[in-house]
């Protein structure tokens, strides 16, 4: 499964406002400023997504094309490449994802306004984890509790991929100590 972290409360009267053709996301006022957003304990239930609308609407084949069309019309923004290896890693795309989401990742940094960072990341551990890419998605966890030691998916994703290379390694352990007795 997939975890989102979504703002859906914010301060009235501070210039911040909804933007976007799909997956609306909050924006500043000043959209020069660096805004981070801070990942809180507060959880909402969203039932827009809940199994039964999504296969009822096949929303994730119309967002996957929504959101590649907006790849093609800004190819430059993190936002489009986000929410499209998101939805991607939901529809089972998994290498397409790990690369939208790569794409993303590389493209933040030229887009100071955006502050989705750590869940790209937590989505492309996702991604790399189920493609078996243990030591990548360590890289990535890592730099997303570094950059964001707040934000608890990440913590959780990290830990998970230490676990699974901890297992990895176990079973290696166990190979060789057979190959000793043999």
């Given at each position: 499964?997939?975890?989102?972290?979504?703002?859906?409360?914010?301060?009235?009267?501070?210039?911040?406002?909804?933007?976007?053709?799909?997956?609306?996301?909050?924006?500043?006022?000043?959209?020069?400023?660096?805004?981070?957003?801070?990942?809180?304990?507060?959880?909402?239930?969203?039932?827009?997504?809940?199994?039964?609308?999504?296969?009822?609407?096949?929303?994730?084949?119309?967002?996957?094309r929504l959101l590649r069309a907006w790849?093609?019309?800004e190819p430059t923004n993190p936002a489009?490449?986000?929410?499209?290896?998101?939805?991607?890693?939901?529809?089972?795309?998994?290498?397409?994802?790990?690369?939208?989401?790569?794409?993303?990742?590389?493209?933040?940094?030229?887009?100071?306004?955006?502050?989705?960072?750590?869940?790209?990341?937590?989505?492309?551990?996702?991604?790399?984890?189920?493609?078996?890419?243990?030591d990548e998605a360590r890289i990535v966890?890592?730099?997303?509790?570094?950059?964001?030691?707040?934000?608890?998916?990440?913590?959780?994703?990290?830990?998970?991929?230490?676990?699974?290379?901890?297992?990895?390694?176990?079973?290696?352990?166990?190979?060789?100590?057979?190959?000793?007795?043999?």
């Amino acid at each position: 499964s997939v975890t989102y972290d979504v703002t859906r409360m914010h301060p009235l009267g501070r210039g911040i406002h909804w933007q976007g053709r799909i997956h609306e996301q909050l924006v500043p006022a000043n959209p020069r400023e660096p805004w981070q957003r801070p990942a809180v304990r507060v959880r909402l239930d969203h039932v827009g997504y809940q199994p039964e609308v999504v296969r009822a609407r096949n929303k994730i084949a119309r967002n996957v094309r929504l959101l590649r069309a907006w790849t093609q019309d800004e190819p430059t923004n993190p936002a489009a490449w986000g929410f499209l290896g998101r939805d991607l890693l939901v529809a089972g795309q998994v290498e397409e994802a790990a690369d939208a989401l790569e794409r993303a990742e590389s493209l933040a940094p030229t887009m100071p306004t955006y502050a989705r960072l750590t869940e790209v990341r937590v989505a492309r551990v996702q991604a790399l984890i189920r493609l078996g890419h243990l030591d990548e998605a360590r890289i990535v966890a890592e730099r997303a509790t570094l950059d964001d030691p707040e934000h608890p998916a990440a913590w959780y994703w990290r830990a998970a991929v230490a676990v699974l290379r901890a297992e990895a390694l176990a079973r290696e352990a166990r190979t060789w100590a057979r190959s000793a007795q043999e």
